[in-house]
């Protein structure tokens, strides 16, 4: 840098420090030197000497009227009037702050300082000229500090107007200094009024908004109280015919709302609401416009607290008919037009109208587009523009509104000052679409940089922030999500704990409190599920609970709290065998399908919990129907996430566990084919150290080990003891998926052991499988399962060492796993008819016929009433052999009456079924003959036509 443009950068850094309160740098001695070598010297190409000299002036200018009166102020300034007379003569492109403020300099005394600054405060609020602002700040200033005695007439004036101008720059630069000099030109200017000036009421004014400034920036809330009994006494002291008594009334009525927002007091937002509705039309358009936008957010507060959708029809109505009355060219018009974007966004999340997001998101737009980077409030603008194109990118997967998102968002915290209490809303808006943005690219990256920037607006929140449960949840989700995809152990009791907070940070009833219940709930549910601890899912179901019963039909994330209760009722399902849960989930999964959803991809999550419920009841009734409405659910999930997507994966795995399933039933090698597709393809998408990673690969080796036994390809089986044993060791000892992983090893073991006749592997697998039900609970339902494989182990084990006492252990078990209350009838029939045979073969008929006689009595359960007649049929066709073998166990044990009765149970299972249901028929026909006679010829139709075709409500 030469010396010219030091020079210049000097003289300029010295009028921006004067300009904001700091008169050292023009005080010093060497001010008017610098000025005079700017004017002397050959002003370099790039540069206008018109600008050079206009500088140089006003530096003089600002040297002099911080100099003390005489001889020396009166020459700085008489060189400043010079340079500045001649730059006027050259002023006609100036902006218009600049020309007043020549003029004001050129010909300058006490009163046309007092008039320069009422000129600039109305160039300042007209067009939101940061310059003029500060000139109405300087000029006011001094004529104060000129006016040592106290006896200018205009002194009361000044010194409110100073503290209102001081105000409007704390207003869009957020320093606190600002603010706490215009507090104290209001107070000084009441203590120096009398209680009866007619000033008053405008100098109490202007204290009172210091005031509730000042709570909102420090959180002492105390100050809203004289706040409020300052702006009654200013209007219990305005005439009612005084035209400022309307205005008056409006900095009352937002006091008060603000006091409500804060206390939650509705006697407060009602008078509120009462003042501005009784004043909205009164005065001129700008006047409108200023009590229509007060009118608009005490509305919107009001809708937060009741949901009654009327008021936030007059609220969007109030915003719009402001934004209609504000000129384009108007500095207000940006902020007008982001309190309608926001309002608008807010009906569209209470009633889903994508007019209303359209509309919000071009209302925000002209906040974008109009708005001044300079303006402190740009920063929300922005963000919340960059929100609302999220949402919409959600509802339509538009990239191009998730790309403008994520620019808009991160240009709201770029404009943001450290410190500043906006910081934390921002940064938690940034990571929301860095979030967004993770789940299309699946970059561990993306999601750090996310978590980075969520747990910095956490660290950033103020004290009384009110939107502190938006923030803490949303960290807690970004948390939860870096525990899951990324394997951060740690994260997942800080998401937990931060979602407490979130939960904590709201009073009961607020229209926020359902969305931060679920959510904790969801992130409790995660944490049972990998620790196992029973008050986490108790507590789960209790704030899904919540979230269901207090949201409203109208609430677009009805369908998540529905699907997220199904989810943990599922689980709890899962836990203890609780039909009632089975039921309930499944009922309110197929709600959560037909509710109204933000995005397509809600819709998909919904698919995927009843596809869940589906298959546990297919499990434990059999109904085939159940079985393919859950694979078609879970294929068209699979089929619509794009490639990449975090939730692809799990889509994937529950097809994978479907296919099987239904392999299972139909004996289908084109469902193997497709269970080992999807697992292989899910495993294969899910990076190493994953939470998820070792669950896909067990549900991968079984899936191979299937397609084994049924093509007997020995690398399916290969594959399949890699996967399974990458399963297991991937998995703590302690976590709730070690178990059914240790069984499902111990399985795929046990048929190598067959294959190859290796010893190792045949007593690895009764090791994996005894630790295997040996970690859960006798009443869970998967230890049945468990039981049956350490069965078929132990008794391959007798087998080989001929170990009499491994097979009375394999038959003990097999009695364990039949007499599981909690497990599905098809597992414990299992294991009834193995006890059975395993009798059988060493002779020991009376437990053969007591195990037989309980595998016959558990026939009727895979008959669900509910079930087609097909269905039943397939559910009973690998057991047409059981009678059989239970009547020949009879007979041997010379029980010939028993043979025959267990015969004839296991031969009329489907007809008892038939004749249950018509005497349920026949009791209701003396009720309701018309109604049986068409549920009769119902009944016969779906009895004569097979399996009808299933429609998944696409």
């Not at 009166?69 to 100036?94: K, Q």
């Not at 899910?682 to 191979?704: F, K």
């Amino acid at each position: 840098m030469d010396e010219f443009e030091a020079l210049l950068e000097t003289a300029a850094a010295r009028l921006r420090a004067a300009e904001s309160g700091n008169r050292e740098g023009v005080l010093d001695p060497v001010t008017p030197a610098i000025a005079e070598k700017l004017l002397s010297a050959t002003v370099p190409a790039g540069h206008d000497a018109v600008d050079v000299a206009l500088i140089a002036g006003m530096l003089l200018f600002a040297h002099g009227n911080a100099l003390p009166p005489g001889e020396a102020r009166t020459a700085a300034l008489g060189a400043a009037r010079s340079v500045l007379a001649e730059v006027s003569r050259h002023s006609e492109g100036m902006a218009p702050a600049v020309r007043a403020a020549i003029a004001a300099a050129v010909d300058l005394d006490d009163v046309g300082n007092v008039r320069t600054g009422k000129h600039m405060m109305e160039i300042a609020i007209k067009t939101g000229d940061a310059n003029a602002l500060a000139h109405a700040i300087s000029g006011y200033r001094t004529t104060l500090q000129q006016d040592g005695g106290g006896t200018h007439p205009d002194r009361l004036e000044a010194m409110s107007n100073l503290s209102t101008a001081l105000r409007m720059r704390y207003e869009r630069t957020r320093r606190l200094a600002d603010l706490a000099e215009a507090f104290d030109w209001a107070e000084r200017a009441v203590e120096a009024s009398d209680p009866g000036s007619p000033a008053r009421p405008n100098l109490l004014t202007t204290l009172a908004v210091c005031l509730g400034l000042l709570a909102d920036h420090t959180g002492t809330e105390d100050l809203r109280d004289p706040a409020v009994d300052h702006l009654r006494e200013a209007v219990a002291a305005t005439p009612a015919d005084d035209p400022r008594r309307t205005a008056r009334l409006t900095n009352l009525a937002i006091t008060l709302r603000s006091r409500a927002q804060r206390r939650r007091s509705v006697p407060d937002l009602d008078e509120a609401i009462d003042l501005l509705r009784a004043t909205a039309t009164a005065g001129r358009h700008q006047e409108r416009a200023v009590r229509l936008t007060a009118l608009g957010a005490a509305l919107v507060l009001r809708y937060e607290w009741t949901r009654d959708l009327s008021v936030l029809d007059e609220a969007v109505e109030s915003h719009q008919e402001a934004l209609r009355m504000t000129q384009q060219d108007d500095a207000l018009q940006p902020a007008r037009a982001a309190n309608l974007g926001l309002t608008l966004r807010g009906r569209f999340e209470a009633t889903g109208a994508d007019e209303d997001l359209d509309a919000a998101v071009d209302a925000l737009r002209i906040a974008w587009d109009h708005g001044s980077p300079q303006d402190v409030r740009f920063g929300a603008w922005a963000s919340d523009f960059g929100t609302t194109l999220l949402t919409r990118f959600e509802r339509h997967r538009d990239f191009a509104d998730l790309e403008f998102a994520v620019r808009a968002c991160d240009r709201a915290v770029e404009c943001t000052e450290p410190g500043s209490p906006d910081l934390a809303r921002r940064l938690s808006n940034l990571g929301m679409v860095l979030r967004a943005n993770y789940d299309e690219t699946s970059s561990a990256e993306d999601l750090r940089i996310c978590v980075e920037h969520h747990l910095a607006a956490v660290e950033a929140l103020p004290e009384n922030e009110p939107g502190a449960g938006a923030i803490l949840s949303n960290c807690a989700n970004a948390l939860r999500t870096s525990f899951e995809l990324l394997g951060r152990t740690d994260h997942l009791d800080l998401a937990i704990e931060t979602a407490r907070r979130a939960v904590a940070a709201v009073p009961g009833g607020h229209a926020s409190l359902p969305r931060y219940r679920s959510n904790l709930g969801a992130m409790l549910r995660v944490r049972f599920v990998h620790g196992g601890d029973e008050a986490d899912l108790d507590a789960a179901v209790e704030h899904q609970r919540y979230a269901v019963d207090e949201s409203t039909e109208l609430d677009p994330r009805r369908n998540r709290y529905r699907s997220n209760l199904s989810s943990i009722l599922l689980t709890r399902y899962e836990r203890t065998g609780g039909a009632t849960d089975l039921d309930e989930a499944i009922d309110v999964a197929r709600q959560a399908t037909g509710t109204r959803s933000l995005s397509a991809m809600d819709r998909l999550r919904c698919l995927s919990v009843l596809a869940a419920g589906l298959v546990s009841r297919f499990e434990r009734f059999g109904a085939l129907g159940d079985l393919n409405e859950a694979i078609e659910a879970n294929r068209e999930t699979v089929e619509e996430l794009p490639l990449g997507h975090v939730d692809r994966n799990r889509a994937l795995t529950n097809l994978t566990t479907l296919a099987m399933t239904r392999f299972v039933r139909t004996e289908s090698g084109g469902d193997l084919d497709d269970a080992v597709l999807s697992g292989r393809a899910a495993v294969e998408n899910t990076p190493a150290g994953h939470p998820d990673r070792a669950g896909r690969m067990s549900n991968l080796g079984i899936a191979l080990e299937l397609r084994y036994r049924l093509k007997r390809d020995p690398e399916d089986l290969d594959e399949a003891v890699r996967m399974s044993r990458g399963a297991v060791e991937a998995t703590p000892e302690k976590a709730i998926g070690r178990p059914g992983r240790a069984a499902n090893l111990g399985l795929v073991l046990l048929r190598k052991y067959e294959r190859d006749g290796d010893d190792v592997d045949l007593d690895d697998a009764v090791r994996y499988c005894t630790e295997a039900v040996d970690s859960v609970p006798p009443e869970h339902p998967d230890r049945a399962k468990s039981l049956l494989n350490l069965g078929s182990a132990l008794r391959a084990r007798s087998v080989r060492d001929g170990a009499a006492d491994d097979a009375v252990r394999a038959e003990q078990v097999w009695e364990q796993a039949g007499g599981t209350a909690s497990a599905a009838s098809s597992t414990r029939l299992i294991a009834c008819a193995a006890r059975g045979r395993a009798a059988a073969e060493r002779g020991a008929w009376p437990v053969a016929v007591e195990s037989y006689e309980a595998a016959v009595g558990l026939l009727p359960d895979l008959v669900w009433a509910g079930a087609l007649r097909s269905d039943s049929e397939d559910a009973l066709a690998g057991w047409s052999s059981l009678a059989a073998d239970a009547g020949a166990s009879a007979v041997a044990a010379d029980l010939p009456e028993q043979a025959l009765e267990l015969l004839e149970a296991g031969r009329g299972v489907l007809w008892a079924r038939q004749l249950d249901l018509r005497e349920n028929l026949d009791e209701l026909e003396t009720i309701d003959p018309d109604l049986i006679t068409r549920m009769r010829h119902v009944r016969a139709l779906l009895e004569g036509a097979g399996t009808p075709p299933v429609h998944y409500g696409r």
